[in-house]
């Protein structure tokens, strides 16, 4: 619901730059993909979650198109893809994590990226 807020309020101009502005979306995608990945723990972070996120993404980009004050954007888009494949790259390194890898643990240890 706070990104849903956050992603339909006026932002002033000088406040948001495209660079930061494309980070935001990455580590915004990136952390929503860790909670997803660890609200269904019995499958596996694939295409149904990643394409959910990215589904989500998109809604939000639409929603924005038809506001007055806020506008669509592709490279949003492709940082949220980028956020969301991160996460993914990131999973063999989390699974080594002490207070992380309980949440694989409750799979099959040969499911490298449940």
């Known amino acids: 619901m ?11 101009e000088e406040v948001s730059g495209a660079i930061n502005d494309q980070l935001g979306h990455a580590l915004a995608f990136f952390i929503l993909s860790l909670l997803m990945d660890f609200s ?3 499958s596996r972070f694939g295409l149904a979650k990643a394409g959910a996120l990215f589904a989500y993404g998109t809604v ?3 929603i924005q198109h038809q506001l007055p ?4 954007s592709l490279a949003d888009l492709l940082a949220n893809g980028a956020g969301i494949f991160a996460y993914w790259l990131s999973i063999p390194l989390l699974q080594r994590l002490p207070r992380l890898k309980t949440r694989w643990s409750q799979r099959s240890p040969d499911a490298r990226f449940s």
Do not use: G, K, S
Request: aromatic letters at 14%; glycine letters at 0%.
């Open 2 to 12: 706070a990104i849903m807020l956050a992603t339909t309020v006026r932002i002033p």
């Open 40 to 42: 269904f723990v019995q």
């Open 60 to 62: 939000i980009e639409l």
């Open 69 to 72: 004050y806020r506008d669509f």
